[in-house]
């Protein structure tokens, strides 16, 4: 509950320091971050399982030292992250004005305008809007899926519980490592949806072999292609977003609904992937299949539109979010 606003609050403030050709490396490097460390939590969570002392079992010493390490970094995170361009103060008078107009160039709304009950009602009138956020919903049940299976998949392949909890570490890192050159050729070709499909793909490919294959090496195999593609679509689908909606108030409204769809894709994929489906969990595996399919067909159906409509802007029609000149990023 405490923690619910920090992630898109964070989408939101990167988002306003950067044009957006520059914006998926960012959130990229942000996110992934977050997966090396997950990754690496369950070496941390084993070796702090093997703790008796103090007459606690090891899983109370996971919930303690874990937590403290949080509380600890959540004191730091309030000294260290920075504010918004124009309120910052680590940076010269001049390198603010720099970084304002850079962003004022880009799409015009470098200055900050405060979101109110009369904008949000106005911005959920924006279809679009929806679309991302059920994007990042349906690439959100991937990402739990995998944080289920992958260690059902180990122990099939004759693994203990607790080796298990240290071998999901090198899917992440993989996935990161892929999700980075991933981002960096999105921003530089200024192309979101094709990366956001081919990731799609990638999660279907990865899904379809650990899901149905009867060999526990190539369902382990498939997990590395289908975290890729899923954790990789998470920064992409966030870039996605704050590329394509201008004013700061909007991409906040934005953000934190996009955000919010995915903690509802993680409720879904506890509802499917149902106990009684065990060891396969074959229905959770096509449903979350078919999710990747409506993430291929809202973006096809955003790109026609996004061109339909760059190509107006670019005869003299009606401009985009209301700014003259911009165009949205296919």
């Given at each position: 509950l405490f923690q619910a606003g920090f992630f898109p609050a964070c989408v939101w403030l990167?988002?306003?320091w950067y044009k957006r050709a520059e914006v998926q490396v960012r959130l990229a490097t942000f996110y992934l971050i977050s997966v090396v460390a997950g990754a690496f939590s369950s070496i941390l969570a084993y070796g702090l399982s093997t703790i008796k002392a103090g007459h606690l079992s090891g899983w109370r010493w996971i919930l303690i030292v874990e937590g403290i390490i949080t509380c600890a970094l959540s004191l730091l995170g309030y000294l260290l992250i920075v504010d918004f361009p124009d309120k910052n103060t680590f940076l010269t008078k001049e390198e603010t004005e720099l970084i304002k107009a850079r962003v004022e160039r880009d799409r015009a709304d470098g200055e900050y305008d405060p979101l109110t009950l009369q904008k949000c009602l106005k911005y959920a009138m924006d279809l679009k809007l929806w679309s991302f956020a059920l994007c990042y919903l349906c690439t959100t049940t991937a990402t739990y899926a995998y944080g289920y299976f992958t260690p059902i998949i180990l122990i099939g392949l004759g693994f203990s519980v607790k080796d298990a909890q240290l071998l999901i570490a090198p899917t992440g890192v993989s996935a990161c490592l892929f999700a980075l050159l991933l981002a960096r050729l999105s921003d530089r070709y200024r192309l979101r949806g094709p990366i956001i499909i081919?990731?799609?793909?990638?999660t279907i490919i990865g899904l379809s072999m650990t899901g149905f294959h009867p060999n526990n090496k190539v369902r382990f195999a498939g997990a590395f292609i289908g975290v890729a593609g899923a954790q990789g679509n998470i920064p992409a689908l966030?870039?996605?977003?704050?590329n394509n909606i201008r004013k700061q108030s909007k991409r906040a409204f934005s953000s934190a609904v996009q955000v919010a769809f995915g903690g509802i894709g993680g409720i879904i994929s506890s509802l499917v992937y149902r106990q009684q489906d065990a060891p396969a969990y074959r229905p959770g595996i096509t449903v979350t299949i078919a999710l990747q399919v409506v993430i291929i067909v809202l973006v096809c159906i955003n790109s026609v539109w996004f061109t339909y409509r760059n190509n107006q802007v670019k005869r003299g029609g009606k401009p985009i979010e209301g700014r003259p000149?911009?165009?949205?990023t296919i």
């Open positions: 990167i988002s306003c081919l990731q799609a793909l990638m966030l870039a996605y977003q704050s000149g911009f165009l949205y």
